[in-house]
């Protein structure tokens, strides 16, 4: 069996498909955002089935969702709620790949807790 490092993976695959970096760069936002949708799942403990229950999806939607089959934007809307994350959208740098944000949402009291808690380490550094 021969073993192979990335850089021989690489052009392997473009001299079989040399359309596939064209179609990796086009999906890469897609495989970015189902990633953070997985880690985040795993995360917080939750199976595919718990996760669909708490957004009114089936199982089935998820694991579509999770092997980068989207649907629509009202569907990943309800997954990204029932794990706490938010989307955001920002304008891609020009020379990089489309590039998107999530992060976690926390309730008001956490974020007022967590700028309070920044504040005075803040002010710890500064000796006040």
């Not at 009114?56 to 794990?83: C, D, P, W």
């Not at 309730?107 to 808690?117: F, I, T, V």
């Amino acid at each position: 069996m021969k073993f192979f490092n990335m850089n021989d993976l690489t052009t392997e695959l473009e001299k079989k498909r040399p359309d596939i970096i064209e179609e990796i760069i086009k999906n890469e936002p897609n495989y970015f955002l189902v990633r953070d949708i997985i880690k985040t799942r795993i995360k917080k403990g939750l199976t595919q089935a718990e996760l669909a229950k708490k957004s009114n999806l089936t199982q089935n939607q998820i694991s579509r969702i999770e092997s980068a089959q989207l649907g629509s934007i009202n569907t990943i809307t309800k997954v990204l709620n029932a794990l706490d994350l938010r989307l955001t959208i920002t304008e891609k740098d020009r020379p990089k790949l489309c590039r998107y944000s999530i992060k976690t949402v926390l309730p008001r009291k956490a974020r007022q807790k967590q700028s309070g808690e920044k504040e005075q380490k803040s002010m710890q550094k500064i000796g006040i």
